[in-house]
Structures are given as structure tokens and as C-alpha cells.
């Protein structure tokens, strides 16, 4: 099971090097938090968690493309993209702990 650090990192990677296949990658990043979610949450706190998440996707895509047509990154660019896994993980975890009192 990949970390999602290595995920993150692996969508910049494919971006800069122009390889399309980072939307899949993206997709699989998407998909991992979509299931934890689903896993971990319910009623309005999991319709939260996924609007907040599908729209941040949608962001990283226009980033990720942004990279790929440069062909190049920025630090503050992969940081800001990367950092994305973690704060996914640490919204849907405060979720849940704020559910369980």
C-alpha cells in the first residue's frame, strides 16, 4: 500500500516529466481518500469532508497541469501539492475524533 507522501510526490514527478499518466495517479490519490472516508465518517460530516476534498482535486489538477505544460516545478509548488495528503489525513482524523467525543 503506498504512503500517500510517495503519492503526492509521484503526481509532481509524472507532471513535470510530461507523463499523462498523473491524472490516473491523481485518481488513485482521490480514490484513497474517497474510501478512508467512507470507512471513517457519515451524514454531514462526510458530505463535508468529500466536497472540501473533490474540490481541492480539482485545484490540484489545474496545478498538475500547469506543471506538466512547464515542465518544471517550484519548491513552494510541490510543497503546497504534497502537503495536500496531509491535511486530507488530519481533516477526515479531527472528524472523527470530534464524532467520538
Avoid: P
Wanted: hydrophobic fraction near 45%.
Amino acid at each position: 500500500m503506498s504512503k500517500v507522501t510517495d503519492m503526492m510526490f509521484d503526481l509532481i514527478n509524472k507532471a513535470r516529466s510530461r507523463d499523462d499518466s498523473y491524472i490516473s495517479a491523481l485518481d488513485a490519490v482521490l480514490e484513497k481518500h474517497n474510501s478512508t472516508a467512507l470507512d471513517l465518517l457519515d451524514g454531514d460530516d462526510l458530505a463535508t469532508f468529500l466536497s472540501q476534498l473533490h474540490h481541492d482535486v480539482s485545484n490540484l489538477k489545474a496545478m498538475l497541469r500547469a506543471i506538466y505544460i512547464a515542465g518544471h516545478v517550484t519548491e513552494s509548488f510541490s510543497d503546497f501539492v504534497v502537503g495536500h495528503g496531509e491535511l486530507w489525513s488530519a481533516k477526515c482524523y479531527h472528524m472523527l475524533l470530534e464524532r467520538m467525543g
